[in-house]
């Protein structure tokens, strides 16, 4: 239902194309279903919530004191910011990114309604190779790299931020 109410509000005469036209933003309506933009619109709009959960989760957890302390001592709000309260929050920031990462590397139904079959993320090509063409080999190996990349990947940041535990 939610990538159908995307191609609703994406087409050429939805609500997002006849806001902008009514803001003056356009002329004329944009193409935003069929394409990649509309993928990624309805796409980022399914995850921000896997998103900002880990992220909220770790927030909530920053002592404040620390933030005031570096205020206290002289540090702007932008230093305090990088310096102080974003390498507190790096567990929920790994962990948000492996959420969003291995939820998109499944996705299926929306890239293939809202990109209309122009738009073709993995899991789908996988599908098409396995049950579409019958290349079974070729749809198991894409498979099988598919996994080892995302493994890899997700060891790799571990082992960068050198993370020992994610949100609790």
Known sequence: MRAFGWIIALRGNGVVNTALMDL???ERPIRMTHNEL?????????MVPFAVFPLVAVMRQVDVRTLMASRGLGAGATRTFWWIFVPQTIPGIVGAFIIVFVFTLGFYITPAIVGGGRVVMVAEYIYMQMFQVGNWGLGAALSVILLLLAAALIWAIFRV????????
């Open 161 to 168: 931020t050198r993370v020992t535990r994610l949100v609790t």
């Open 38 to 46: 509309g993928v990624v619109i309805s796409m980022v709009h399914f």
């Open 24 to 26: 003056s933003l356009i």
